[in-house]
């Protein structure tokens, strides 16, 4: 099959961007999208140009690395599907598909079609977790989790952070991601304990980083390849109320960037980052 890609290209991410179309005469159908990708970039690198930069890893729907928009969708027109899962037969023979990055002020362009989303790494930092302390693991059945409880944490636990929420939404919010992250602990037991204080701290690192707010539209969980649902806004937004009332004496405690990019070269640290 024929298809045109038109593809953003940007050196860095102070340069400026632009479209660049090219030309596909024998696509097989049964390649992912970034197997077609990388036949692309072997033609331009036989043709001495720079191949098109884009994220991936695990190419199996699980690690959350790979992620653009195609055709204004963030992952393409199939549901619940991840770039690497999707395949060529869902379009059409000569048709054109426009490829860009994930547009977002806390998502800052790195190269081509990637993007820096450690504001997420950041967000899981401030609070993602839970403390423990250490020793033997504990026995299976000491702490017992009901089927529905443990069936919502599941779902909640789903979120790869592939970025497909932010750049769906409007306003650019991370709130389903944010939510997601807060939930599947909070719901359980074990993740009680720091309940309140991990939902004032992630909320403040998600609004430190620049993310918009959520205004419910709902455009997140449609895109979202693993179909989280609105439920986890609802679940963070209790518990960030719950924390304010209680806690409201606690220092809430975001994390700084530590590094920057700078491509073609090393991570340069920055000296005076504090976390």
Request: aromatic residues 6%; proline residues 5%; glycine residues 10%.
């Amino acid at each position: 099959m024929k298809l045109t890609l038109k593809i953003w290209r940007q050196t860095g991410r102070k340069d400026k961007g632009r479209f660049v179309s090219y030309a596909m005469d024998d696509v097989n159908a049964e390649m992912s999208m970034l197997e077609c990708l990388d036949v692309l970039n072997e033609s331009l690198i036989e043709r001495g140009e720079e191949p098109v930069a884009f994220e991936h890893d695990c190419r199996e729907g699980i690690c959350g690395s790979c992620g653009f928009m195609i055709n204004g969708i963030p992952h393409g027109p199939l549901p619940a599907t991840t770039v690497c899962q999707l395949t060529m037969r869902h379009f059409k023979d000569g048709e054109e598909l426009v490829i860009e990055p994930w547009r977002a002020a806390a998502f800052p362009a790195v190269k081509d079609l990637v993007v820096d989303r450690r504001s997420f790494d950041r967000i899981i930092a401030a609070g993602g977790y839970i403390s423990v302390s250490t020793g033997n693991a504990p026995d299976g059945n000491a702490i017992l989790v009901s089927k529905d409880t443990s069936d919502r944490a599941m779902d909640a636990a789903a979120c790869i952070g592939c970025g497909a929420c932010v750049a769906a939404c409007p306003n650019a919010s991370s709130a389903l991601f944010t939510g997601a992250k807060i939930a599947h602990l909070s719901i359980l037991p074990q993740g009680a304990p720091e309940r309140d204080g991990r939902a004032l701290n992630m909320v403040a690192q998600m609004n430190a980083e620049g993310f918009g707010g959520c205004t419910n539209i709902g455009e997140c969980t449609g895109a979202c390849p693993k179909e989280i649902q609105l439920e986890v806004i609802a679940t963070m937004n209790r518990d960030f109320i719950r924390g304010s009332w209680k806690r409201r004496d606690q220092e809430v405690r975001t994390v700084k960037p530590m590094t920057e990019w700078s491509t073609g070269s090393k991570l340069k640290i920055d000296p005076h980052a504090t976390s």
